[in-house]
């Protein structure tokens, strides 16, 4: 699927008005779904901004270990915090699990989303002649080897529970 960074640029954007116009009738609930989705829409304008795939860019387990690399190598470490500042605070705590005070949320949706925002479409506007598409095999490779060994990770902790089973049905049948 080809999505083009001006594309996910105005799904942020969009998504943030939305976010804004829930909030004013009162939605905090929804507004914190669709802030989440702006900040979602702008993470992945930052990949796709230095060519990366956007069927990679979307995917958690790809996007998000090289939007962390990404921003750290442009020492925006501030950035990366907000970020998993709201993954918790709007995402989870916000949307889902409805802990975060309504009132913190219309903070942090009026005052921080739009600040954020804004900072990131600086940011790839200054980054998006760099091309990192070169690094998208060796992604793919790191992809494909953390699965084998995620497996065989699995395999021997298996082994491990049908070893500790062996030795107490053992141990328990002389026992009898």
């Known amino acids: 699927m ?3 960074l001006e594309e996910l640029l105005s799904r942020s954007k969009q998504d943030l008005s939305k976010a804004l116009e829930l909030l004013e ?24 901004a230095v060519k990366i795939p956007y069927d990679l860019a979307k995917n958690i387990s790809t996007g998000v270990p090289l939007f962390i690399r990404i921003l750290r190598a442009l020492n925006r470490k501030d950035l990366l915090e907000k970020y998993f500042f ?21 903070t942090v949706i009026k005052d921080e989303v739009p600040r954020w925002i804004s900072q990131m479409e600086d ?43 062996m030795i107490r049905t053992i141990i328990s049948q002389r026992d009898q």
């Open 2 to 4: 080809l999505v083009k």
């Open 25 to 48: 009738r009162g939605d905090v609930r929804d507004a914190a779904e669709k802030a989440w989705s702006s900040i979602e829409n702008m993470r992945k304008a930052l990949l796709v």
């Open 86 to 106: 709201f993954n918790s605070h709007i995402h989870i705590y916000g949307f889902y699990e409805m802990i975060t005070p309504e009132e913190e949320l219309e």
């Open 123 to 165: 940011v790839i506007r200054s980054i998006k002649d760099i091309d990192l598409s070169n690094i998208v095999d060796i992604l793919l490779k790191a992809q494909k080897l953390k699965s084998e060994i995620l497996r065989k990770s699995k395999e021997y902790a298996d082994l491990q529970a049908q070893l500790n089973m």
